[in-house]
């Protein structure tokens, strides 16, 4: 896979322990890579990564800790940097804005700071969201091009992510200097809402409902007529890692920001996400519960994902219900028979991906 670029590559996941980044951990171990994770203790109980059990170098810190960031990257030299580690949760930005921003502003200063003076750094790939974009709720996808923008304090600071990543690529990674000044490329990925098994975040839509269903309880459900990007963790996955094979080997024409998301069948509203998941775990109950004066949400959402598909050839490999059938059952094989079901979703994705011919699956 992936020309087989990352077997004995060093690479820094920063948030490797949380949701995405245990994935993307569990992703590249399998293909030979030497992973160092950097990240605070993880969020949750259960967490994906301690169930996983991977042997990987694991550093608990901080990402606004600049020495301790520096003295990581001094010790580990790691050729390639995915950096995930951010305050992810919409809600919890209203209710400590200097955190979210401390950590996804500043936080990502100094990944770049270390990466810029370590030389061993070939490639950086800097995680945001499709919530950077200045959304103006209209009903087609947003283009890497369109205004940057955030109304809730998380959406702002990855909007500031976005900013801070085009200033540190004209200022210090300037792709007309490549190969003389500096040898590092930077670019950052924007996806869609991410769904799998292995999430417990607090106000997110599917492990919200998993974790009422475990208690036997109903979840509440407050806008069911939100629209937004679903896709399976693995989607976006893919496209980082496609990503950072093209900066590994050099090609600074993309050195750029880039969407991945679903394709249509994978935008779907709140209401019709709840009734495929109960559909794959009929336990699963669920009340309409709209609370007036809420903090402000998006109601519509959509990523244009042309470029990406055009210039990288890269697509999905399951549609919106099968990304959601294979979330709802990750988690049923969990609570009902205490399996983890990782490896093998990501092995059928990957079979899949050789069956439809996709460029990175590709022997």
């Known amino acids: 896979m992936f020309n087989r670029i990352y077997h004995n590559k060093r690479a820094i996941i920063t948030g490797y322990n949380g949701f995405k980044g245990s994935w993307l951990a ?13 990240s605070l203790p993880p969020p949750t109980e259960p967490n994906h990564f301690h169930l996983l059990d991977m ?7 901080d990402v606004r800790d600049a020495e301790k960031v520096k003295q990581v990257f001094k010790e580990h030299r790691p050729e390639i940097v995915f950096h995930l580690a951010a305050q992810p949760i919409v809600k919890l930005s209203y209710k400590d804005p200097v955190e979210t921003f401390s950590t996804n502003v500043m936080g990502t200063i100094n990944i770049f700071e270390s ?30 091009i369109d205004h940057l923008g955030g109304y809730d304090p998380y959406s702002a600071s990855k909007g500031c992510s976005e900013i801070i990543t085009r200033c540190w690529r004209n200022s210090f990674f300037n792709l007309k200097d490549y190969g003389s000044a500096h040898n590092t490329l930077l670019a950052s990925g924007r996806a869609g809402n991410v769904i799998g098994g292995g999430d417990w975040a607090i106000d997110r839509l599917i492990p919200d409902i998993i974790r009422a269903a475990s208690q036997n309880e109903k979840v509440k459900i407050r806008n069911p007529d939100a629209t937004r990007p679903w896709q399976h963790v693995l989607e976006p996955l893919s496209g980082y890692l496609l990503l950072g094979q093209k900066l590994l080997e050099g090609q600074k024409e993309f050195a750029e ?12 509203t709140v209401g019709e996400i709840v009734s495929q998941v109960k559909n794959a775990w009929p336990k699963i109950d669920y009340e309409i519960n ?8 998006a109601g519509m959402l959509r990523l244009d994902c042309s470029k990406s598909r055009t210039k990288m050839q890269w697509t999905p490999v399951w549609d919106g219900k099968g990304a959601v059938e294979k979330t709802a059952l990750w988690y049923r094989a969990f609570y009902e ?9 990501l092995q059928s994705y990957i079979a899949d991906a050789k069956t439809k011919h996709i460029s990175w699956a590709e022997e």
């Open 26 to 38: 569990l992703w590249l171990l399998q293909m030979g890579a030497k992973i160092t994770g950097y």
């Open 55 to 61: 042997d990987i170098n694991s550093i608990i810190g």
């Open 115 to 144: 990466s810029r003076e370590c030389d061993s750094v070939c490639a950086i790939v800097n995680v945001t969201s499709d919530k950077c974009y200045e959304n103006r709720e209209w009903p087609w996808g947003y283009r890497e």
């Open 257 to 268: 920001a880039w969407n991945f998301g679903p394709t249509e069948d994978g935008n779907a």
């Open 290 to 297: 709209r609370i007036p004066d809420q903090p402000h949400e």
């Open 337 to 345: 028979s205490n399996e983890v079901l990782s490896l093998e979703d």
